[in-house]
């Protein structure tokens, strides 16, 4: 994790302890139902404040909380198509393993990668900290993965045109 983004992460940290404080509510639509109140959006009074925050214009996490359930929507920083197709591919076979990750969304909200919903089951069930580690872990990975196999791509291309431009001069 670079210091650079410390202070990204350290308030992406600070705001899911605060959200992190849910119970169970039953839905007051449905009789014995209890269902992610984020998600289904049936009561506004049980909806508190979105937050957004943003390390620049393309990096940004949304952290919508509810009085049952928190979704962390996280958008990385793809600076160029290479980059946004590795993420969009990396994205993509994570969500298809969704079931694995147990707070992953399968599907993201419009305008971000990866979403995650964390029910008030799942705060029972699990740490809270070790769920915000994971959360500041995962985005710090997928952050370096990017990198790595935007690297790894541009070497291969360099390797494959030094090798093509070799053959063309013999």
Not at 1 to 6: D, G, V
Not at 68 to 85: G, Q, Y
Not at 100 to 119: C, E, M
Request: proline share 5%; net charge positive; hydrophobic share 45%.
């Amino acid at each position: 994790m670079s210091t650079a983004q410390q202070p990204y992460f350290d308030c992406i940290k600070r705001t899911l302890n605060a959200a992190l404080c849910l119970v169970s509510f039953p839905s007051p639509v449905v009789e014995r139902h209890n269902k992610p109140e984020v998600e289904v959006q049936t009561s506004p009074e049980l909806l508190l404040n979105s937050l957004l925050i943003c390390r620049d214009e393309q990096e940004r996490t949304l952290i919508e909380s509810s009085v049952n359930s928190v979704r962390v929507s996280i958008c990385f920083k793809k600076p160029d198509a290479l980059s946004e197709l590795i993420a969009a591919k990396h994205v993509g076979f994570l969500a298809q393993r969704a079931e694995r990750f147990a707070i992953l969304r399968r599907k993201p909200i419009p305008g971000y990668d990866v979403s995650f919903l964390i029910t008030n089951e799942a705060a029972e069930t699990m740490h809270k900290a070790k769920v915000i580690e994971f959360i500041i872990q995962f985005i710090s990975a997928i952050d370096a993965d990017i990198t790595a196999m935007k690297l790894n791509a541009n070497s291969r291309a360099r390797r494959a045109a030094v090798d093509w431009l070799s053959v063309l001069s013999i």
